[in-house]
């Protein structure tokens, strides 16, 4: 997994909440940082980002609890892309 996405990811947090710092593992759900609206804000930022779609079917709160998870949900969305150019 790039460290390049979770630093990307990370910073985009680091921007909205200056004060704190979120280990990549830290659910920021349960930190009480994200709200429905940050969340749909979380969601655009990652596909304007890193120029990939997320489905539906993975708008699941356990993709987006850590930086580590969204990191890994950018992977698999940028792997399923890549595979289907070829």
């Given at each position: 997994?790039a460290e390049?996405?979770k630093d ?79």
């Amino acid at each position: 997994m790039a460290e390049n996405v979770k630093d990307q990811i990370l910073g985009f947090l680091e921007s909205r909440f200056p004060d704190v710092e979120i280990p990549e593992t830290e659910d920021i759900f349960q930190l009480g940082f994200v709200n429905s609206l940050f969340a749909m804000e979380l969601v655009m930022f990652i596909e304007k980002t890193f120029g990939v779609t997320i489905p539906n079917d993975e708008l699941r709160l356990d993709n987006f609890r850590t930086v580590k998870s969204m990191a890994e949900l950018v992977d698999r969305r940028t792997a399923l892309a890549e595979t289907a150019e070829v």
